[in-house]
């Protein structure tokens, strides 16, 4: 019975089947489900002969083509774990100028264990999801009261710092220390799903599964850095999300997405989160040379940083009605708000912002000062927002003229960003 059934859920006749057995037990569908997944990855397996000529290929053509990025020169596990830390959810070329800054300022752990965390976000600002600083500080201090400054080369170790996740850990012991261990992020999920005509979608468990039994059957027992790196290289480079340069690619011979004529077809797309409209209005206090900040946008956002008292709102005026109950509420009994001198459009994740800026004023402060008081010519020093970096640029009074680099943008589905 249980072949039967699985044989003709695979075929796509699962229909006929229920009408035979109108009730299939789960034990039933999941024998089905396991069938059909063993099934998908035995279809994409390829020869013992393909996979050392894959993996040749692979390797040749990265010894020719590698990018000299600036992570790659050293074979330092403290440079390949702060590089691997910023790639997550974040661009190549977003990410070089940011790691370039950082190793100047930290060249070893040791300096990033000592370095005031302040300054850690400062230098982090702009590029997004800033829980990861926190946490590489925090894990560098470990690593120099645990480990002696230098990085353990077991997993288990990695895995126990904060903010190290499996990939990370993997991805320090296959690059610094060319350990056997696979890593499946975004553009190895592409590189596979062509290579192997599979359907789905990086989010899918099937998928996942497939894709990662493939890979370890073409990882390559020596030189499994230079591999992994090679997989990478070639989705960010020449296995595109939507224009793939296949005439150039090494193993388009072997690739059953090139030879289906649609490689762009694979893999299937993510369903995107509809973007949300919001409004913020933001108030700059001031108090002789210095003004107010406070830790965290609102919302819950940006928490690590330091920004302009803030509030949003579905609509200009309900951010504005929000803003001035918050500080009545936690500045003083009367607030004095007045008309907008600054605004500007942000984005955060899914959220698509419409900022204002207002000049305020509290009268009657409390005794214990809700805000963090900067002097502003120490500002532009100071770990504050990618947002109040873009608002200060508006408002003439805090001098900021040059530029900071923009906000890395939301990564499209299969994009350069690590997992």
């Given amino acids: 019975m249980r072949g039967f059934f699985a044989e003709f859920t695979l075929s796509g006749q699962s229909e006929i089947l229920r009408g035979v057995y109108p009730e299939p037990t ?3 569908l999941r024998f089905a489900q396991n069938d059909k997944r063993r099934a998908t990855i035995k279809r994409m397996k390829f020869s013992g002969q393909d996979r050392d000529a894959i993996r040749s290929a692979l390797l040749k053509w990265f010894g020719r083509n ?8 050293s074979g330092d596990p403290y440079a390949v774990w702060v590089s691997e830390v910023m790639l997550q959810q974040t661009q190549v070329a977003t990410v070089i100028p940011y790691y370039q800054r950082f190793l100047a300022a930290f060249p070893t752990l ?16 702009g590029l997004g999801y800033y829980r990861r600083a926190r946490h590489l500080h925090q894990a560098a201090k470990e690593l120099v009261h645990r480990f002696a400054g230098t990085f353990p080369q077991d997993y288990e170790q990695i895995r126990s710092l904060p903010g190290i996740g499996d990939y990370t850990a993997r991805a320090v012991l296959s690059i610094a220390f060319d350990q056997p261990y696979t890593l499946l992020d975004g553009n190895v999920a592409r590189v596979l799903s062509r290579l192997a005509a599979l359907k789905g979608n990086l989010h899918q468990l099937d998928f996942r599964r497939a894709a990662e039994a493939q890979l370890e059957l073409l990882l390559a027992p020596r030189s499994s850095g230079d591999f992994n790196q090679s997989l990478m290289e070639l989705g960010q480079t020449l296995c595109l999300p939507r224009a793939p340069r296949c005439p150039a690619c090494p193993v388009r011979s072997w690739c ?13 797309p993510r369903p995107r989160r509809a973007a949300e409209s919001h409004y913020l209005a933001a108030a700059i206090l001031r108090r002789g040379p210095r003004v107010a900040m406070v830790r965290g946008l609102d919302d819950g956002l940006l928490g690590e940083l330091w920004n302009f008292p803030s509030a949003f709102g579905r609509s200009r005026p309900e951010a504005l009605a929000s803003l001035r109950h918050k500080l009545a509420a936690g500045g003083g009994a009367s607030v004095a708000i007045q008309d907008s001198i600054a605004q500007l459009r942000h984005g955060i994740t899914y959220r698509s912002i419409r900022v204002h800026a207002y000049p305020a004023e509290i009268s009657c402060p409390p005794r214990k000062d809700p805000f963090q008081w900067f002097p502003v010519s120490r500002l532009r020093q100071a770990a504050i927002s990618q947002l109040a970096r873009k608002i200060a640029q508006r408002i003439p009074f805090f001098g900021f003229t040059v530029s900071t680099p923009s906000p890395p943008a939301p990564l499209p589905q299969g994009g350069e960003g690590r997992m």
Avoid: C, F, N
């Fill in 26 to 28: 789960a034990e039933i």
């Fill in 66 to 73: 590698a990018r000299p990025l600036p992570w790659r020169k």
């Fill in 110 to 125: 040791a300096d990033l264990a000592r370095a005031p965390l302040e300054r850690v976000l400062q230098l982090w600002s």
């Fill in 256 to 268: 059953r997405g090139y030879k289906s004529g649609q490689p762009q077809l694979y893999p299937q």
